[in-house]
């Protein structure tokens, strides 16, 4: 049982470039997010998802996208890399059919863009 | 190492006293809270959690405090240990199981 796995680990994009971000859960969850965190801060919520075929904003969705294909899998991607995204992007899921249950979290895809 | 941990508030404790996180939500109408840890290179680690019927709850080694009337929740560990170091995050729960977060608080145990 690994969790949640992000992957890559790392990446350096130049300004442009576009790329995603795959997330992968083998807990059975409903529920996955996608959250960025910068330096002295807490994570920011940028896409969420309560189902295969569903995802919602959240708090700073431009410039990302997100797919939900298969329950297990969510991705982010960016089509167009900024030196604003540059960030740790942290996926994270949850049970789904009842409230209030704790997320859990992969640890992180490191991403610089030049 | 990690870039996340700077210019947070730090709390400095000794090994084996008792540390005191705290943390102001913002929500009066929130019913869930939760903690977690979060270690240099690492994601984010569920700590404890506490639903607005309770003012306490335990666990191994850390209790959460919550004080509906003045929207303040805290974390207590026991003991505090070297490997307890880390950045703390409160969080308070909305609709889908969306977490908010705090900005954090870093603990440093000193030997």
């Known amino acids: 049982n690994a969790g949640v796995t992000q992957t890559p680990k790392f990446r350096v994009l130049k300004t442009g470039q576009s790329m995603t971000l795959l997330c992968a859960q083998d807990?059975?969850?409903?529920?996955m997010y996608w959250y960025r965190q910068d330096p002295g801060m807490g994570l920011r919520l940028i896409h969420y998802s309560v189902g295969e075929g569903t995802t919602a904003k959240g708090e700073v969705p431009d410039g990302y996208n997100v797919s939900r294909l298969k329950k297990q899998n969510f991705l982010l991607g960016l089509e167009s890399a900024a030196p604003s995204q540059t960030s740790v992007y942290f996926c994270?899921?949850?049970?789904?059919?009842?409230?209030?249950?704790?997320?859990?979290f992969g640890d992180g895809t490191r991403l610089s863009i030049l | 190492g990690e870039s996340v941990g700077l210019h947070l508030p730090t709390l400095s404790v000794q090994e084996g006293d008792n540390s005191i996180i705290n943390c102001a939500y913002s929500?009066?109408?929130?019913?869930?809270f939760i903690w977690y840890k979060q270690e240099s290179g690492k994601g984010p680690q569920f700590i404890i959690d506490i639903r607005s019927n309770m003012d306490k709850r335990q666990g191994q080694r850390v209790t959460v405090l919550l004080n509906k009337t003045v929207k303040h929740l805290s974390l207590q560990i026991a003991a505090t240990q070297p490997g307890d170091s880390a950045v703390y995050f409160c969080a308070e729960g909305a609709r889908y199981n969306k977490l908010i977060f705090g900005a954090g608080t870093r603990l440093a145990v000193h030997p």
């Open positions: 807990m059975n969850h409903e529920y």
């Open positions: 994270a899921s949850s049970f789904g059919r009842t409230s209030n249950q704790p997320q859990h």
């Open positions: 929500n009066s109408a929130s019913d869930y």
